[in-house]
């Protein structure tokens, strides 16, 4: 079945319509963070098929995919059509249609909410400190408190000195427990800008006491200020109150009338998952731990913060229905409240009890059932290659596999395997990993196809390996393709340099005005 061709000017009318729109570039991050439209989602054609069905649920949604000349958006309606989805076309002409037609084109990742950030920060005037001014205050030892609202993880990387832990949604559900004192001044960072501008926007809109403000340009700016940060912390929000909960559970609910989130029970929730012509996503905007530990069935776990960051990594169709969940009142209205702002329909459940909470475990995406493949233990693995003859190809993420690697083995995007089949050195016999064996098994027809020799899966993937104690190699020993799989964020990591950190701080400074050139985001401000 050949997909059909959807123009420019078909798919900005249904943005500006409100209509459901799942644009999806199927290149690799780091090629898609060089240039993509606005609500462009970026599934690579290397994983599509363990990422589609969570972030595409509803199969007859209008999906339109897209690269830029390299082939790849032809194989992904080919297989997109195969696991079920009816309505799938290719964007006419690609990236360069987009671009000719005069569609804005937008670089890096997360730039809706990105630009949204900035938008805020425009139009409320969210105050700001300079790097310099926030080190002052801790030098002289001054009634402060930082809060960082990145992810744990991010936090741990580097933070600012005495920094504290608090990943933007539980900002306002605890931040009284960490500055009681209305006196306290409180300051929002993160690396960049935005989670700190809406970190400090949402506890002004919940009214909270304290003067707050954001680190002005986050961990970027403290460097940029040749100044020192922490590495490896692990400070950490304490349980709250509930007396400030119950505070803060009526001052969010508040800012969430304020940008009209709908109000919404189980049953409409159960209504609303039947409906043919709709997508429903339904998050549970809580602490991954807190997730685990039960949940509402069929909820996915986005902690609120990276929710509004991340926003389309978890809800790749523009114009779905959003329904948020929390067991506090607080998480899912503060949530939903910029949701609402960055143009989404959105309802929090009110209506939950504990006993809805059923569910124990980490959140599982829903899969296609799997390829048949015949397994190999990773001692017979490594009995083979010491005979050698066999290629050993990795597929997980290029990250995992400089960190640590079968000895011998070829790192490959799946994306790109005839490309990467001519860099490896032929064998008689192949064998095929990731971390898991997940990707790797949807590997395993196309290698045999392309070699025409045995093709054998490694048992539970490079992590059984690891387990049997068998060594491991590390670095970039084998690369059978590029390392484009991830866009190095220039606010990640400590080894930046200058010049790209204060280009990136630029480009965030004239997000408003590419905004208003593409016409198309459908964002307000409280």
């Known amino acids: 079945m050949t997909a059909s061709n959807r123009s420019f000017a078909q798919i900005r009318q249904a943005l500006l319509d409100r209509e459901e729109v799942a644009l999806v570039d199927v290149r ?45 958006a032809q194989i992904a309606a080919q297989r997109l059509q195969a696991l079920g989805y009816t309505q799938v076309s290719l964007l006419e002409g690609g990236l360069d249609g987009w671009r000719n037609a005069g569609g804005e084109l937008f670089i890096d990742v997360n730039v809706p909410s990105k630009a949204f950030g900035e938008l805020v920060e425009s139009q409320r005037h969210t105050p700001s400190l300079a790097a310099e001014e926030v080190q002052a205050l801790l030098d002289s030892n001054a009634d402060v408190v930082v809060l960082d609202a990145r992810r744990f993880d991010e936090y741990q990387t580097m933070s600012i000195p005495t920094g504290i832990s608090v990943p933007g949604a539980e900002l306002v559900l605890r931040a009284r427990e960490l500055a009681p004192d209305p006196a306290t001044r409180i300051i929002v960072n993160c690396a960049g800008r935005t989670r ?8 002004i809109n919940a009214g909270i006491a304290n003067p707050v403000s954001a680190l002005r340009n986050g961990t970027i700016g403290w460097t940029l200020a040749g100044q020192k940060l922490q590495h490896g912390q692990a400070r950490r929000f304490a349980p709250t109150s509930e007396e400030h909960r119950q505070i803060a559970a009526k001052d969010a609910r508040q800012v969430a009338d304020r940008a009209h989130v709908g109000r919404a029970t ?22 991954p731990e807190e997730f685990a530990t039960s949940h509402l069935p069929g909820s996915r776990s986005t902690p609120g913060g990276q929710l509004v960051q991340e926003t389309d990594h978890v809800a790749s169709v523009r114009g779905a229905r959003l329904v948020l969940v929390d067991d506090d009142g607080v998480r899912a209205n503060m949530s939903a409240s910029w949701l609402a702002q960055l143009g989404w329909e959105v309802h929090v459940l009110d209506d939950l009890q504990p006993a809805h909470f059923s569910e124990p475990g980490a959140w599982v995406a829903p899969v296609p059932p799997p390829q048949q493949a015949e397994l190999i233990s990773p001692h017979t693995l490594a009995e083979w290659q010491a005979h050698g003859d066999t290629a050993v190809l990795d597929f ?14 070829w790192w490959a995007l799946r994306g790109q395997l005839p490309e990467a089949l001519r860099e490896v050195p ?20 196309q290698v045999e196809a392309l070699t025409g020799k045995p093709v054998f899966l490694l048992q539970e993937g490079t ?8 060594p491991l190699e590390e670095g970039e020993t084998r690369l059978a393709s590029p390392r484009i ?16 950190m204060q280009a990136y701080l630029d480009w965030e400074f004239g997000l408003v005005d590419q905004l208003a050139r593409d016409g198309t985001h459908g964002f307000y401000v409280i």
Do not use: M
């Open 28 to 72: 690799e991050e780091a090629p898609f963070a060089e240039s993509h439209p606005l609500f462009a989602a970026n599934i690579p054609l290397s994983k599509l098929e363990l990422e589609v069905y969570s972030r595409i649920p509803r199969r007859d949604t209008q999906v339109t995919v897209y690269d830029n000349g390299e082939g790849l």
């Open 196 to 203: 700190s501008i809406i970190g400090t926007q949402s506890l």
């Open 266 to 287: 189980l049953a409409d929730l159960q209504r609303w998952q039947q409906e043919a012509a709709r997508t429903t996503y339904l998050f549970d905007v809580r602490t």
């Open 396 to 409: 997980t993420a290029s990250a995992n596999y400089v960190k640590r690697h079968i000895p011998g083995a």
């Open 426 to 445: 032929a064998a008689e016999r192949y064998v095929l990993t990731c971390g898991s064996s997940q990707l790797a098994r949807l590997a395993v027809a």
């Open 463 to 470: 992590a059984s390996w690891i387990a049997a104690q068998l």
């Open 485 to 500: 799989d991830r866009y190095r964020r220039p606010y990640e990591g400590t080894d930046n340099p200058r010049e790209a």
